[in-house]
RNA sequence: GGAGAAAUGGCAGAGUGGUCGAAUGCACUAGUCUUGAAAACUAGCGAGGGUCACACCUCCGGGGGUUCGAAUCCCUCUUUCUCCGCCA
C-alpha cells in the first residue's frame, strides 16, 4: 500500500503513475483519500486536545485525594465524566475514518516505475532480451504431457485420483529431476550469497496482509478455515513476512534469502492446451529468491537478481527471452517486473518461469519494514523477489526441448544431481 | 489433550492503581583520555501519530472492560515455559 505522506506530496505523481495502468477515477480516488486524511487528522487533533485535559484532571485528582481534599475532588471527577464521553465518541469516530481510509488506500496499486511501458495487456510488454538457440526437434517430437505418458515420469491421471486436477504425481526419473531442479537451483542461489531457508508452508491472515494477498485476493488462496491458516501461494509470503514490523540497520543490508517450497493456487483455470499438463498447476514446486533493501540500491540488486537468472536458464542451455510487463499487466503490488519466458518448441510457444519485481516500498508499508538510516529516522525498505526459478514449465521446456528419439536428455549440468543423463 | 506459570525498550530484567514511557545492567552512538586500540569516565539512546518547529496524544503480547486515573485489577484470544498424556 502506498504510504500518506507520498500520496500527499506527490498527488500529481500518483494520478501519472496509476494512468499508465490503466487506472480508472484516480484524481478521484486520490481526492477521497487526501479529503479523508485531513479528517482523520482533525479528529485526531481534537481527541488528542481532550485526552490532554483529561489527564491533567486526573492527576490533579490524585493529589487532591493524597492531601485529603475529598470534595474538591469529587468536584473534578464530574468534569473528566463529561470529557469521558466526548473522547468515546472522537475515538469512535476516528476509528471509521481510519477503516475509510484504509479500504481507500488498499485500492491504490504500486505506482509504475519510469521504465514501465504504457499498455492494456500481455501484448504491450517490451521484449528487453532473448538468448539461446531454439533447437530442431524430430519429426515426431511431442508436447510434455504426451512426453510424461510415453516415459512414466509424471501421472496426471493418478493426482486426478488422489487429488484432483492440477495435481500431478511425479514418478521415477520424473521425481528424481524434479528434485535434481530443486537442488540446482538452490545450489546456484546459495552460490550467488542468498541464505537458504525453510518456510511455513501455512501463513496466519497478518502475513498474508503483510505481502498483499489480503484483502480481497484470498480467493487465489487455499483456505484452512478450522484454524484460519492459508497455504502459501508463494515462498514469497512466508520469506517476506520474515521482515514484518522490523526495525533494520543500514548495515543489515543487502539481505537476500532463498527457499524452495511448494506453491498452492486455487486460481479458477480456463481448460484447453494454454493450461495443460505443466502450464498451470494448482501445486507446484518454485525456489524464490526474495530481497530486502536500501531504497538506493534497490534497482542495482533487481539487476543483479535478473544476471543471475539468465546466468541459470545459459547453463542449462534453454532459449529464452525477458519482457518488461507494461502497466496493464504489472501486479497490483509490483513497481517494476521482468518476466523471464523459456521458449518450448513442442508446444510452439513461450512459458514464463520467473517473474522479477521490486516493490519499493509497497510491500515494506504494510510490513512496517524500515531501517534506521543516517539521520537516525526511520525509513520504509524496498522488498523485491524473484523465481529461480518455477519447477513445472522449466521441466516443461527441458523435456519437450531435449527430446530425442532415443529419449530425453538430461542437461550436462543436471547430470551431477540426477545421476542419468537420459530418460527411455 | 490435561494442570500450572509467564509475556515490559535491541537484549537481560525491576516495577502490582496516581509525576512510570517506565529503574538498573549489557549492547549501541558521540565525546574525553591514548601514538592507536582496549579500559575508564562523560553525555545520548524505544516506537508511532501530530507540528515549520515545539506542545500534545498513543503504545508495557493482541482485543475488550473496571476506574477520575491501569504496565499494575477483571474478561478473552495468542504465544512461550514447566509437569503429565499422546506421537513422527
Known amino acids: 500500500m502506498l504510504s500518506l ?19 480508472k477515477n484516480a484524481d478521484t480516488l486520490i481526492e477521497s483519500v487526501l479529503e479523508s486524511d485531513r479528517k482523520r487528522r482533525a479528529i485526531q487533533a481534537e481527541l488528542d486536545n481532550i485526552l490532554s485535559d483529561s489527564n491533567k484532571i486526573s492527576k490533579e485528582i490524585g493529589k487532591l485525594f ?16 463529561l470529557l469521558k464521553e466526548k473522547s468515546k465518541n472522537l475515538s469512535d469516530n476516528l476509528g471509521e475514518v481510519e477503516q475509510e481510509l484504509n479500504e481507500l488506500l488498499y485500492q491504490i496499486p504500486n505506482i509504475p516505475h519510469a521504465l514501465v511501458p504504457a499498455g492494456s495487456n500481455e501484448e504491450d510488454n517490451e521484449i528487453v532480451f532473448s538468448e539461446g538457440d531454439i533447437p530442431t526437434l524430430h519429426e515426431k517430437a511431442t508436447p510434455h504431457w504426451d512426453l510424461c505418458k510415453k516415459y512414466d515420469i509424471i ?36 552460490a550467488a550469497g542468498y541464505t537458504e531457508v525453510q518456510p511455513p508452508l501455512l501463513i496466519n491472515e497478518a502475513s498474508g496482509f503483510g505481502t498483499g494477498q489480503l484483502p480481497d485476493k484470498e480467493g487465489q488462496m487455499y483456505h484452512v478455515g478450522v484454524d484460519n491458516l492459508y497455504l502459501i501461494p508463494t515462498a514469497e509470503v512466508p520469506v517476506t513476512n520474515f521482515y514484518r514490523d522490523v526495525l533494520l540497520k543500514e548495515s543489515d543490508f543487502p539481505i ?20 495443460r499438463g505443466l502450464n498451470r498447476l ?36 534453454l532459449p529464452y527471452r525477458i519482457l518488461r510487463l507494461c502497466g496493464g499487466d504489472l501486479g497490483f503490488t509490483s513497481a517494476l517486473t521482468y518476466d523471464f519466458e523459456v521458449f518450448s518448441t513442442a508446444q510452439d510457444r513461450w512459458l514464463e518461469i520467473s517473474s522479477v519485481s521490486n516493490f519499493e516500498t509497497f510491500q515494506a508499508n504494510r510490513l ?20 529461480s526459478l518455477a519447477l513445472p514449465r522449466v521441466l516443461a521446456g527441458l523435456l519437450e526441448n531435449y527430446q530425442t528419439e532415443e529419449g530425453i536428455k538430461i542437461p550436462e549440468v543436471l547430470q551431477a544431481y540426477t545421476g542419468f543423463d537420459l530418460i527411455d
Open 5 to 23: 505522506p507520498y500520496i500527499r506530496d506527490n498527488k500529481e505523481l500518483v494520478i501519472k503513475g496509476l494512468a499508465v495502468r490503466n487506472f
Open 66 to 81: 493524597k492531601s485529603g481534599e475529598v470534595q474538591k475532588a469529587n468536584i473534578a471527577k464530574e468534569k473528566t465524566g
Open 155 to 190: 501421472d496426471f491421471e493418478l493426482g486426478n485420483k488422489i487429488t484432483g486436477a492440477g495435481f500431478p504425481v511425479y514418478k521415477g526419473k520424473g521425481a528424481k529431476l524434479q528434485r535434481a531442479l530443486v537442488a540446482y537451483f538452490l545450489d546456484k542461489n546459495s
Open 256 to 275: 537476500c534469502n532463498t527457499a524452495y517450497t511448494p506453491c498452492f493456487r486455487r486460481e479458477a483455470g480456463s481448460y484447453g492446451s494454454h493450461v
Open 282 to 317: 494448482h501445486q507446484f514446486d518454485k525456489v524464490e529468491i526474495v530481497r530486502v533493501e536500501h531504497p538506493d540500491k534497490s534497482y542495482e540488486a533487481m539487476e543483479g537478481m535478473v544476471e543471475h537468472i539468465k546466468g541459470i536458464l545459459q547453463e542449462l542451455k
Open 368 to 387: 512496517k519494514l524500515r531501517f534506521k538510516n543516517k539521520d537516525g529516522k526511520s525509513q520504509l525498505a524496498h522488498t523485491l523477489n524473484g523465481s
